[in-house]
T-cell receptor, first 114, second 114 residues
């Protein structure tokens, strides 16, 4: 079983829809949680970064962390065709030599059609 | 430079040959990371540099893989005696320092081993 599970989709939604992307994890040592967006033939770019359980909002994006359930989510409101990309969750544990070692989910392919 | 630069962008090689992949991080970034992205596998951590030292090289798949960083800047990932299972996109990222999760990724090197 992988440490981080993410439904690869693909997910296809109409423009303006609310998108929900999710990851579950098994390693209770994970303390820091991130969402990355990756366009085709490009490297991932950081969208959201959270530490504690709860919600964090940035524009149309909301990241949610539930450490008790080992479950994280990314919500995209008023989705746009430009949001079409692969979305990757990532996480890491705290301290030691773990700073650089992110564990990624498999990525969810999202298409927003006009 | 403006971003993380990787070269070559594409590399086709024959099984058994050695390859070198280069990464030029963002100027001033002290931390540098190598990840591998394969179909169906997501991003896998390979190695992480802080300055010229590698506190965590636990993700290197075998002793055929090695990496170095000189002058706290450019890094080279070397794969000796390449195998077909080494085919993947090799991504480099940099960040301002340890504990800074804002990783800036390059566009990667697509390695194909025939």
């Amino acid at each position: 079983q992988k440490e981080v599970e993410q439904d690869p989709g693909p997910l296809s939604v109409p423009e303006g829809a609310i998108v929900s992307l999710n990851c579950t994890y098994s390693n209770s040592a994970f303390q820091y949680f991130m969402w990355y967006r990756q366009y085709s033939r490009k490297g991932p770019e950081l969208l959201m970064y959270t530490y504690s359980s709860g919600n964090k909002e940035d524009g149309r994006f909301t990241a949610q962390v539930d450490k008790s359930s080992k479950y994280i989510s990314l919500f995209i409101r008023d989705s746009q065709p430009s949001d079409s990309a692969t979305y990757l969750c990532a996480m890491r544990s705290a301290g030691g030599t773990s700073y650089g070692k992110l564990t990624f989910g498999q990525g969810t392919i999202l298409t927003v059609h006009p | 430079g403006a971003g993380v630069s990787q070269s070559p962008s594409n590399k086709v090689t024959e099984k058994g040959k050695d390859v070198e992949l280069r990464c030029d991080p963002i100027s001033g970034h002290t931390a540098l990371y190598w990840y591998r992205q394969s179909l169906g596998q997501g991003l896998e951590f390979l190695i992480y540099f802080q300055g010229n030292s590698a506190p965590d090289k636990s993700g290197l798949p075998s002793d055929r893989f090695s990496a170095e960083r000189t002058g706290g800047s450019v890094s080279t990932l070397t794969i000796q005696r390449t195998q077909q299972e080494d085919s993947a996109v090799y991504l480099c990222a940099s960040s301002k320092g340890s504990g800074n999760e804002k990783l800036f990724f390059g566009s990667g090197t697509q390695l194909s081993v025939l």
